[in-house]
């Protein structure tokens, strides 16, 4: 399977034109912006949490633990009932990183895949090559994953601020990882899907953001149900799924529910590409 020349191909495109450089800096700005905003609040509380601190170690035991307590104010991070992975990453990734990111730059990521060739007529070209239908599907999914891998891969560099004033839980930094690529991986599918059925990149994205925004909000309904309606809407909604991973917690389910979104939507472009050789 021919996967890797596909694939080649299109980290190239994305690169030698402004496609991957402008999303990244978008990224980067944005998510800059967010953190310098989350970890700011969180800087706050924990030194009022610090003065408070503070103020009982001087009244109570003043000889003993006047020197930590001086510490504790000058140091934001000291504060022991402010934690570092609820106050600041779980509400970057679950907020930020999880609807901003998702629902805004992968239809950016993903519009042009196959819509672009179709609009250009390099899609016939590309499929009386000797390569498969699964290897041109597969080169451009992957592609577009790895361009969502670079970009997510900036955002380490939070992680290197925070380590840099307080100790890391890595597991839970690593379920958060994991969980963002998952369903990265997910919402490409869908955009590659889409974009499979137009010719316009912007239609293709506009359809992917409707189809993420759906997957992502149609859990909220489930409140305002009961029974078996409120359970299929919960195992429906992505937000659902991706909740776990942001605390930090890997559950099975939700790894499956995001695999079997990808390969679905896979198959479901892949029968778009056949259909199109179908009809010549």
């Known amino acids: 399977m021919k996967v890797w020349p596909i694939f080649k191909k299109e980290m190239r495109l994305y690169?030698?034109?402004p496609v991957a450089w402008v999303i990244m800096s978008v990224f980067l700005f944005i998510a800059g912006y967010f953190f310098y905003s989350i970890f700011g609040y969180y800087t706050r509380v924990s030194m009022q949490s610090a003065t408070v601190a503070m103020g009982f170690f001087f009244w109570v035991y003043f000889s003993q633990y006047t020197r930590m307590s001086m510490q504790a104010m000058m140091n934001p991070m000291a504060a022991r009932d402010v934690n570092v992975i609820e106050w600041v990453l779980r509400p970057l990734f679950s907020g930020f990183l999880s609807i901003?990111?998702?629902?805004?730059?992968?239809?950016?990521?993903s519009m042009r895949l196959i819509a672009e060739e179709r609009k250009s007529q390099t899609l016939e070209l590309l499929m009386t090559y000797p390569v498969s239908d699964t290897a041109i599907l597969l080169g451009k999914f992957f592609a577009g994953l790895a361009l969502y891998g670079c970009m997510l891969a900036t955002s380490m560099v939070y992680l290197a601020i925070l380590r840099y004033f307080t100790p890391l839980e890595w597991a839970a930094v690593g379920a958060m990882y994991g969980g963002l690529l998952l369903m990265g991986a997910a919402f490409l599918a869908i955009g590659l899907f889409v974009s499979s059925l137009t010719e316009n990149q912007i239609i293709a994205a506009l359809g992917t953001f409707a189809l993420l925004l759906i997957l992502w909000a149609i859990g909220w309904g489930a409140d305002a149900t009961a029974g078996s309606i409120s359970d299929i809407l919960?195992?429906?909604s992505a937000s659902d799924h991706i909740?776990?991973?942001?605390?930090?917690?890997?559950?099975?389910r939700d790894v499956i529910y995001f695999v079997d979104v990808t390969i679905v939507f896979l198959v479901f472009g892949l029968l778009s590409l056949q259909t199109r050789r179908w009809k010549g």
């Open 15 to 17: 690169f030698t034109s």
């Open 100 to 109: 901003v990111l998702l629902l805004s730059l992968v239809p950016a990521i």
């Open 234 to 236: 919960r195992h429906v």
């Open 243 to 252: 909740d776990g991973f942001t605390k930090g917690v890997i559950e099975t």
